[in-house]
């Protein structure tokens, strides 16, 4: 749990990311972590959390910061873990997978075959692939949307 509580904005701005509701957060980390990361790194290795939990407070700051985060409401279910959306709760991390960070720098469109791959393989709810760093969210949900 502490990888998915580290964030750059709660540590640069010296603000707490701890949940509200520990019991749901970990709730939907355990289900983010059998149905799509232990698979993942099952198949592909070693995963890196690049980003996880965030708490309101985190996730606001770094909103009204411009750091690439949603408004809460657009979060919560996904970086908000422990308050659901209009369809209930989930939970998003942004990972690297290191074996997939290799083919990426030999083709940047090898994330094709892995977005396949999850897509065929995996009950995610949402998938995104930001064109660096070679990380991608991946979110877990109890009514997925895929």
């Not at 407070?57 to 908000?80: D, F, M, P």
């Not at 999850?118 to 877990?140: D, E, V």
């Amino acid at each position: 749990m502490s990888d998915f509580l580290y964030s750059e904005i709660a540590n640069w701005y010296s603000v707490p990311n701890f949940p509200y509701h520990p019991d749901i957060a970990i709730r939907t980390d355990k289900s983010l972590c059998e149905e799509l990361l232990e698979p993942l790194q099952e198949k592909f290795g070693c995963i890196a959390i690049r980003s996880a939990y965030r708490s309101l407070s985190v996730n606001q700051l770094g909103n009204e910061k411009g750091h690439n985060c949603a408004s809460n409401e657009k979060n919560y279910a996904s970086h908000i873990w422990d308050y659901p959306d209009v369809k209930g709760y989930g939970a998003t991390a942004c990972i690297v997978i290191q074996s997939f960070l290799e083919l990426s720098e030999k083709d940047p469109s090898n994330w094709q075959q892995l977005a396949y791959w999850i897509h065929n393989n995996l009950n995610y709810s949402h998938l995104q692939f930001p064109p660096k760093l070679c990380a991608f969210n991946i979110g877990w949900h109890e009514q997925p949307t895929r």
